[in-house]
């Protein structure tokens, strides 16, 4: 339950920081975790990114202030951090389907994205089992690509991603590199909003690395280690969304904010998240 009160006192920061500046990190010190995972935390709960909430709050608020309380238009652009009337016009149409100017007309029709409030909700009705081991230092090697978050493209670009790196052969040549024949899906943290960097790659050999491949070194950590039921290994998306929305409030763990890993065999598909207590 702390868990989610300090979900919501991130809410109500942001809530009363919308004609400000919002600091990630600050929000994210509620919740007693890195920016980065708050806000992979908050996307996977509410399935909208952060700086899209934020977005949609303050022109919801934006409305309100042009429609009802008579503001001038370049007055709530800039309060609501937009550089030009032009961009914040861009923006509030479309999301209302309508210039902001249009918006003072009577019956006009404009869109409200309410605040968000979190909740205890009974469910985890199917088990999830887990343990906490200690990894080691691991040094692997492969391919990096930026995910986008906004409107969950990244939904659509992880798949694709493990289909390009059948389809064109990188898995087979990435096998002089190997120790073994686990192949690790590693989700790291990327200072950019809207976006993380996701790697397909190999526990590496140190056999030289002439073709430039990206070398990444996972460090030594206490992680939560889940095994994806068979059923869901065609969905691992959805798994995952239930260890943020199910596992973590309910056991007390914190995310580290280091890389979270998948590992993937010919038997499965095992998920590590680096937490702790």
Same mark, same amino acid.
């Given at each position: 339950m702390?868990?989610?009160l300090g979900?919501?006192?991130s809410v109500?920061?942001?809530?009363?920081?919308l004609?400000?500046?919002?600091?990630?990190s600050?929000?994210?010190?509620?919740?007693c975790?890195s920016a980065?995972?708050?806000?992979?935390?908050?996307?996977?709960?509410?399935?909208v990114?952060?700086?899209?909430y934020? &977005? !949609?709050?303050?022109?919801t608020?934006?409305? =309100?202030?042009?429609? #009802?309380? +008579?503001?001038k238009?370049?007055?709530?652009?800039i309060?609501y951090?937009?550089d030009?009337?032009a961009?914040f016009?861009?923006?509030?149409?479309?999301?209302?389907?309508?210039?902001?100017?249009s918006?003072?007309?009577?019956?006009?029709?404009?869109?409200?994205?309410?605040?968000?409030?979190?909740k205890?909700?009974?469910?985890g009705?199917?088990?999830?089992?887990?343990?906490?081991?200690?990894k080691?230092?691991?040094?692997?090697?492969?391919?990096s &690509? !930026?995910?986008?978050?906004?409107n969950?493209? =990244?939904?659509?670009d #992880?798949? +694709?991603f493990?289909?390009?790196f059948?389809?064109?052969?990188l898995?087979?040549?990435?096998?002089?590199?190997?120790?073994?024949d686990?192949?690790?899906a590693?989700t790291t943290?990327?200072?950019?909003p809207?976006?993380?960097?996701?790697?397909?790659?190999?526990?590496y050999?140190h056999?030289q690395?002439t073709?430039?491949?990206d070398?990444?070194?996972?460090?030594?950590?206490?992680?939560a280690?889940?095994e994806?039921?068979?059923?869901?290994?065609?969905?691992?998306?959805?798994?995952?969304?239930?260890?943020?929305?199910?596992?973590?409030?309910?056991?007390?763990?914190k995310?580290?904010?280091?890389?979270?890993?998948?590992?993937?065999?010919?038997?499965?598909?095992?998920?590590?998240m680096p937490?702790?207590?």
């Amino acid at each position: 339950m702390d868990w989610l009160l300090g979900m919501n006192q991130s809410v109500n920061y942001i809530e009363d920081n919308l004609d400000g500046d919002i600091s990630y990190s600050t929000a994210a010190k509620f919740v007693c975790c890195s920016a980065y995972e708050f806000q992979r935390i908050f996307s996977f709960m509410t399935k909208v990114t952060l700086s899209e909430y934020i &977005r !949609k709050r303050r022109l919801t608020l934006a409305a =309100h202030d042009i429609q #009802i309380n +008579k503001e001038k238009i370049t007055d709530v652009a800039i309060k609501y951090g937009y550089d030009s009337p032009a961009a914040f016009s861009r923006a509030f149409k479309e999301q209302h389907g309508t210039t902001p100017i249009s918006a003072r007309n009577e019956g006009v029709l404009l869109k409200t994205y309410p605040l968000i409030s979190f909740k205890f909700v009974i469910q985890g009705v199917d088990k999830m089992e887990y343990k906490i081991i200690h990894k080691d230092e691991v040094q692997v090697i492969g391919m990096s &690509r !930026k995910m986008i978050t906004k409107n969950n493209e =990244h939904w659509r670009d #992880i798949p +694709k991603f493990w289909d390009d790196f059948k389809l064109t052969g990188l898995k087979d040549k990435l096998n002089s590199f190997a120790l073994d024949d686990v192949v690790f899906a590693i989700t790291t943290y990327s200072e950019e909003p809207d976006c993380f960097w996701y790697m397909l790659a190999v526990a590496y050999n140190h056999v030289q690395n002439t073709d430039n491949y990206d070398v990444m070194t996972i460090p030594a950590g206490t992680y939560a280690v889940f095994e994806v039921p068979s059923e869901n290994e065609d969905n691992i998306g959805n798994f995952t969304m239930r260890i943020f929305n199910e596992w973590l409030p309910s056991t007390g763990y914190k995310l580290t904010g280091e890389a979270e890993i998948e590992c993937c065999t010919k038997d499965g598909t095992v998920i590590w998240m680096p937490i702790i207590q």
